[in-house]
């Protein structure tokens, strides 16, 4: 792997450090190689607090969102902006910004919602794939950290965070588990479908160059 000096920095005994993980605008910048993005700060964006406003009643105060995407723009909670939790959350909106665009924004959008607000619905799909960059991630980081972490995707894929999209435990619990087994195997490559968002995540931590040829991504606020 790429990043393969940066992993062996990392001693399994402790957490990783903030400086452990790949530049925040480094990952901005390859996502943005793969098309247009905005980055918008989610409590800036009147879009986004009435996204918030109309869902609430829905939720019945269980939920609140750190991120969104939405037609090629991520929205991001400001504290989140240039660090760990963002990179994190940032490799996981990357694959709704890459299936939104793949699928288009309409389908994508009705398959998530389908039978909201409360209990199964198809968004465990499109959930999944995102939870799956985001154990990509974690592993990347070291597979014990991954294991580690293998929990609260659980609690979040499963639980109250996405109302009981899929409130299966047991049958959540195989598919992490196969996939950190998966990772271990291939060391850590993307899964079918998603090689070009790989590639470009695994060139993340070392482009330098480009970045002025790209020039800075558009941040609303
Ligand atoms: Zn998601």
Same mark, same amino acid.
């Given at each position: 792997?790429?990043?393969?000096?940066?992993?062996?920095?990392?001693?399994?005994?402790?957490?990783?450090?903030?400086?452990?993980?790949?530049?925040?605008?480094?990952?901005?910048?390859?996502?943005?190689?793969?098309?247009?993005?905005?980055?918008?700060?989610?409590?800036?964006?009147?879009?986004?607090?009435?996204?918030?406003?109309?869902?609430?009643?829905?939720?019945?105060?269980?939920?609140?969102?750190?991120?969104?995407?939405?037609?090629?723009?991520?929205?991001?909670?400001?504290?989140?902006?240039?660090?760990?939790?963002?990179?994190?959350?940032?490799?996981?909106?990357?694959?709704?910004?890459?299936?939104?665009?793949?699928?288009?924004?309409?389908?994508?959008?009705?398959?998530?919602?389908?039978?909201?607000?409360?209990?199964?619905?198809?968004?465990?799909?499109? %959930?999944?794939?995102?939870? !799956? $960059?985001?154990? @990509?991630?974690?592993?990347?980081? +070291?597979?014990?950290?991954? #294991?580690?972490?293998?929990?609260?995707?659980?609690?979040?894929?499963?639980?109250?965070?996405?109302?009981?999209?899929?409130?299966?435990?047991?049958?959540? %619990?195989?598919?992490?588990? !196969? $996939?950190?087994? @998966?990772?271990?195997?291939?060391? +850590?490559?993307?899964?079918? #479908?998603?090689?070009?968002?790989?590639?470009?995540?695994?060139?993340?931590?070392?482009?330098?160059?480009?970045?002025?040829?790209?020039?800075?991504?558009?941040?609303?606020?």
């Amino acid at each position: 792997m790429s990043n393969s000096t940066d992993l062996s920095r990392i001693s399994p005994q402790r957490p990783p450090r903030e400086s452990d993980w790949p530049p925040f605008w480094k990952l901005v910048e390859a996502v943005a190689k793969l098309g247009p993005l905005r980055l918008a700060v989610l409590e800036k964006s009147r879009f986004a607090r009435a996204i918030d406003t109309l869902g609430r009643p829905f939720s019945l105060g269980l939920t609140g969102f750190d991120a969104f995407t939405w037609a090629g723009t991520v929205y991001l909670a400001e504290r989140m902006f240039g660090n760990r939790s963002g990179y994190l959350l940032l490799r996981h909106e990357a694959v709704h910004l890459t299936d939104q665009r793949r699928v288009g924004l309409v389908p994508f959008i009705l398959s998530y919602l389908i039978l909201l607000p409360f209990g199964v619905t198809s968004r465990a799909l499109w %959930e999944w794939r995102g939870y !799956r $960059e985001t154990l @990509r991630a974690y592993w990347e980081r +070291g597979s014990k950290l991954a #294991g580690k972490r293998a929990g609260n995707v659980l609690r979040e894929f499963a639980g109250k965070r996405y109302l009981f999209m899929w409130p299966f435990k047991g049958m959540v %619990e195989r598919w992490i588990g !196969r $996939e950190l087994k @998966r990772l271990d195997r291939t060391g +850590g490559r993307a899964y079918p #479908g998603m090689e070009r968002l790989g590639e470009a995540f695994a060139k993340a931590p070392q482009s330098e160059k480009g970045k002025a040829a790209l020039g800075p991504p558009t941040i609303l606020d």
